[in-house]
């Protein structure tokens, strides 16, 4: 089975040789690497992208690039479009740093990513860091995407505790887009998040409610280092599918085919 992961950060110097080695051993074809975290220099950022481009770069087939990037930042809106024009990323990471998605401030920096037809994954959900930054991660603040219909984004971590309330958004968004499967914006990923207790549960929801073209396998990964947890957030979930009674077709589609949908190789 093809196994893609949408969700991997850069936490220091690698290079793809050996994100290739890791990912070969636990059979991982394709991963999602997201550039290390800055909050409050743009400069900073731009190194941070350079560094994670020297990595997908080498192996643009197998390692697509995720530029992580705070709006709020003065001159981010244009750093977020040279990184999807010019270095080669092929959508964003973005965590609402003690901002809401909705705040007009944010508009002009929608606006743009709009025009460029940009796919965003968003931290959603707890968050264990940034202070006391939760609440400002929870999904129902996305829904002021669908007025920028052109723009396409994934809740990471179910959203978990707001399991619920992420698929709510996902309802929302899909009946903004006239249910045209086409125009539909919202995802999710599966990276935990969800405990053990609700895991299967959070799984089986999503699915009914969503259908696997909207869901794609995630683990929170690191390089260099922890890609070794693969294998565990694997087999657990490929072992929840058997038990849904999920075809092999749509496990696939859940482990694979969504991400290279919303996060298409750029090389």
């Given at each position: 089975?093809?196994?893609?992961?949408?969700?991997?950060?850069?936490?220091?110097?690698?290079?793809?040789?050996?994100?290739?080695?890791?990912?070969?051993?636990?059979?991982?074809?394709?991963?999602?690497?997201?550039?290390?975290?800055?909050?409050?220099?743009?400069?900073?950022?731009?190194?941070?992208?350079?560094?994670?481009?020297?990595?997908?770069?080498?192996?643009?087939?197998?390692?697509?690039?995720?530029a992580w990037v705070n709006p709020v930042i003065p001159g981010m809106a244009a750093l977020a479009e040279e990184a999807l024009t010019e270095m080669g990323?092929?959508?964003?990471?973005?965590?609402?740093?003690?901002?809401?998605?909705?705040?007009?401030?944010?508009?002009?920096?929608?606006?743009?990513?709009?025009?460029?037809?940009?796919?965003?994954?968003?931290?959603?959900?707890?968050?264990?860091?940034?202070?006391?930054?939760?609440?400002?991660?929870?999904?129902?603040?996305?829904?002021?995407?669908?007025?920028?219909?052109?723009?396409?984004?994934?809740?990471?971590?179910?959203?978990?505790?707001?399991?619920?309330?992420?698929?709510?958004?996902?309802?929302?968004?899909?009946?903004?887009?006239?249910?045209?499967?086409?125009?539909?914006?919202?995802?999710?990923?599966?990276?935990?998040?969800?405990?053990?207790?609700?895991?299967?549960?959070?799984?089986?929801?999503?699915?009914?409610?969503?259908?696997?073209?909207?869901?794609?396998?995630?683990?929170?990964?690191?390089?260099?280092?922890?890609?070794?947890?693969?294998?565990?957030?694997?087999?657990?979930?490929?072992?929840?599918?058997?038990?849904?009674?999920?075809?092999?077709?749509?496990?696939?589609?859940l482990m694979a085919g969504t991400a290279d949908e919303l996060f298409p190789p750029k090389g």
């Amino acid at each position: 089975m093809r196994i893609v992961d949408c969700h991997v950060h850069l936490t220091g110097p690698t290079d793809a040789a050996e994100a290739l080695q890791q990912m070969d051993a636990l059979g991982v074809q394709r991963i999602m690497l997201i550039s290390e975290t800055e909050r409050v220099s743009l400069q900073k950022t731009r190194e941070n992208l350079l560094a994670a481009k020297k990595v997908f770069d080498g192996a643009p087939d197998r390692i697509s690039g995720l530029a992580w990037v705070n709006p709020v930042i003065p001159g981010m809106a244009a750093l977020a479009e040279e990184a999807l024009t010019e270095m080669g990323f092929t959508g964003l990471k973005i965590i609402p740093d003690h901002w809401y998605a909705y705040e007009e401030r944010l508009e002009p920096f929608w606006e743009r990513m709009h025009a460029l037809k940009a796919c965003i994954l968003f931290h959603t959900g707890i968050l264990y860091g940034y202070d006391d930054g939760s609440r400002f991660c929870r999904p129902l603040w996305l829904e002021k995407l669908l007025h920028y219909p052109n723009i396409r984004f994934a809740m990471a971590h179910i959203s978990w505790p707001w399991c619920e309330e992420a698929l709510a958004v996902m309802g929302r968004m899909r009946a903004a887009a006239g249910y045209d499967k086409a125009r539909w914006q919202s995802y999710i990923d599966t990276t935990r998040g969800t405990p053990p207790h609700i895991r299967k549960a959070a799984l089986a929801n999503a699915i009914e409610f969503c259908g696997p073209e909207r869901i794609m396998f995630g683990t929170d990964g690191c390089l260099p280092g922890r890609l070794a947890g693969q294998k565990w957030h694997i087999e657990t979930d490929l072992a929840i599918f058997d038990e849904l009674g999920l075809t092999a077709a749509q496990q696939e589609r859940l482990m694979a085919g969504t991400a290279d949908e919303l996060f298409p190789p750029k090389g």
